[in-house]
């Protein structure tokens, strides 16, 4: 049975770690794409799955003091990690609101941008997450998805370690429902959510021996190591060996390993 509220690399505190790991090592990209849809001040705006950090910062920054910057969060542990990273920070023009991005309870119609990162690709039904973002954004306003999709991840020699461990997580995604695959289709997705005036840039990078993101695949596994065994996917010790293989291979400075294919999708919302 389809588990609804199913994340597929867990809701723990290795998870958030690694979140904000990741929202570090993203940002100059998270600020390109943020500076292409050219947010004004006085904005109100959703970050739809934000964890315990997500866009948020970068969001308050543009909107201004008069603007407006929803955190939507379902897992508890994340909404008080982020709502302690905005004390931190005295982002008064943030709020975190503990939620389903699928049904967010916001009022609809009410915002000037909707926006979601890296979050369709670990849930089921992320067409009701998109659904969720159309509601939300007012007539005139823009939905903003970065969502990957494992097309481009690929290490050259091959890899039997790197080739396994993708073929067992892949697994494991299909068989909870989530799409690895899921960043080519956003753009439907938005289509049939009503959105107009699609645009997409896809953006490929090249992890470097040393790159913190070189590991991506491992880490992936190592945050669902436990749920892959104990759900038969994979033999404990069989994982093992694979994780300790593939480190050896990826400190090869001669393997090429490229990221996901990542895909910057925008849609506006008719009037």
Known sequence: ?????????????????????????????????????????????????????????????RVGIDGRVVGVERNAAFVEAARRFIAAEQLANVEIVEADAKASGLPPDAFDLVTARLVLVNVPEPERIVAEMAALVRPGGTVASYEADLGALLCDPPSRAWDRLLKIYTAYAEAHGVDLF??????????????????????????????PRRTILLDFVTSCRDELAQETFADGNELNDLIAELQHDLADPGRLVTSHLFYETTGRKPR
């Not at 292409?36 to 970068?58: E, H, K, W």
């Not at 080519?184 to 040393?210: F, M, S």
């Open 182 to 211: 899921i960043g080519r289709k956003t753009h439907r997705l938005l289509r049939d959510a009503g959105l107009v005036e699609i645009d997409v840039k896809p953006i490929v990078n090249v992890y470097p021996p040393g790159h």
């Open 1 to 61: 049975m389809l588990k609804r509220d199913f994340y597929l690399l867990g809701q723990g505190e290795a998870e958030s770690r690694r979140l904000l790991e990741q929202t570090d090592l993203l940002e100059p990209e998270a600020e390109r794409f943020l500076d292409r849809l050219n947010i004004t001040g006085g904005a109100r705006v959703v970050d739809l799955g934000c964890g315990p950090r997500g866009l948020l910062d970068l969001l308050a920054a």
